[in-house]
């Protein structure tokens, strides 16, 4: 059995170059699908049609704490909201930071919505405009003041988002 | 200042993805033959499949699940406790078939590495696991692990 193994085991060395390669795709793939931060933080919709969501957010490094810093409001003004729908989407938000820095050393940034709610609007800025700071007309200042950290903390990066669905739980 | 055409640019900035593709992946898979210990406290197993080949990898991920279950080891039971998989809705460009493993909390120190863990609970079945788990890859982009972070979004609610 040990032999059987270890022949898999030395098969596995094959699978490092391949994932050598893979790493050159994913390296392209970033560099070339993730849409401009004006438009990716713009976006004025984002639904999910998977009953898990995830956005791939890759962050500045220099702008790290800014980034955070929105993605905390985004989470307060959606379980803060009046909205039960909206209070139901930040029940189920989860962010995680990845420990290496990805591309161009920018930070990689995973936000999880699991589960999605069916028709919820996730878009950050929108969120941000309706819910911030109790809402319009007196989050305007604010609202902008916040937008512009989240936008900026995009520039050079972006966003991709993925539909998912939970298929196993051990 | 000469004036680079938008194309060029465009071509710079994919050369150095490119790059850094090399360098990340590197890092993720270069150092941890056979094993998959995870150092952060979150872990997270992006995999990509082969079109035709999604019955085979959770056939094979449910035989992971029956293995750690089955375990007399206690950190195994627990590694099954919070690892759940993932499967996104739609292919990718060129047919793979995207899934995330998401590993949250990790047992610390426990070995991730899947062959290890379907050797440990079906010895005699592991070679053709093994077969079935290893050719269900896509050649061009594989497995990428990565060390994950929670950051606290101050949502009280949020825990389960």
Redesign the interface.
């Known amino acids: 059995m040990r032999t059987m193994v270890n022949t898999g085991f030395r098969r596995s060395q094959v699978c490092i170059g391949a994932a050598l390669v893979a790493a050159v795709a994913v390296g392209v793939l970033l560099g070339s699908s993730f849409a401009p931060a004006s438009e990716a933080a713009a976006q004025p919709t984002v639904n999910f049609t998977g009953g898990t969501g995830i956005v791939l957010n890759v962050v500045d490094p220099t702008k790290a704490a800014d980034f955070e810093e929105v993605m905390k409001a985004f989470g307060e003004s959606l379980v803060g909201s009046s909205d039960p729908q909206r209070q139901r989407m930040g029940e189920g938000l989860k962010l995680y930071r990845a420990a290496e820095a990805g591309p161009n050393n920018f930070a990689l940034y995973y936000l999880f919505a699991d589960p999605t709610v069916s028709g919820g609007n996730y878009a950050v800025a929108q969120v941000l405009a309706d819910e911030y700071l109790g809402g319009p007309p007196g989050n305007g200042d604010e609202v902008r003041a916040i937008y512009e950290k989240y936008s900026a903390a995009l520039t050079g990066g972006g966003q991709q988002t993925i539909n998912m669905d939970l298929l196993l739980e051990f | 200042m000469t004036h680079v055409p938008r194309r060029y640019r465009?071509a710079v900035?994919?050369a150095?993805?490119?790059?850094?593709?090399?360098?990340?992946?590197?890092?993720?898979?270069?150092a941890q033959?056979?094993t998959r210990v995870f150092?952060?406290d979150?872990g997270?197993i992006v995999s990509?499949v082969k079109s035709g080949q999604a019955v085979a990898f959770?056939r094979t991920?449910?035989r992971?699940?029956e293995a750690?279950?089955l375990s007399e080891e206690f950190d195994r039971r627990r590694q099954?406790?919070t690892?759940?998989?993932?499967?996104?809705?739609?292919p990718l460009e060129g047919g793979a078939l995207?899934?995330?493993a998401?590993l949250?909390p990790v047992v610390p120190g426990a070995d991730y590495w899947v062959?290890?863990i379907l050797?440990e609970a079906f010895?005699?079945e592991?070679?053709e696991l093994?077969d079935t788990y290893?050719g269900a890859?896509?050649?061009?982009?594989?497995?990428?692990l990565?060390?994950?972070?929670?950051?606290?979004?101050?949502?009280?609610?949020?825990e389960p």
Do not use: C
Not at chain 2, 83 to 90: F, L, R, S
Not at chain 2, 146 to 158: C, I, Q, S
């Open positions: 465009v900035l994919v150095i993805a490119f790059v850094g593709g090399i360098g990340w992946g590197a890092a993720r898979t270069t033959p056979g150092t952060a979150v997270m990509h959770e991920m449910k992971v699940g750690l279950a099954a406790v690892w759940k998989i993932y499967k996104a809705t739609d995207l899934y995330i998401l949250d062959p290890q050797n010895p005699t592991v070679q093994y290893a890859f896509d050649e061009g982009q594989g497995q990428v990565m060390n994950l972070t929670r950051v606290d979004l101050g949502l009280a609610v949020a």
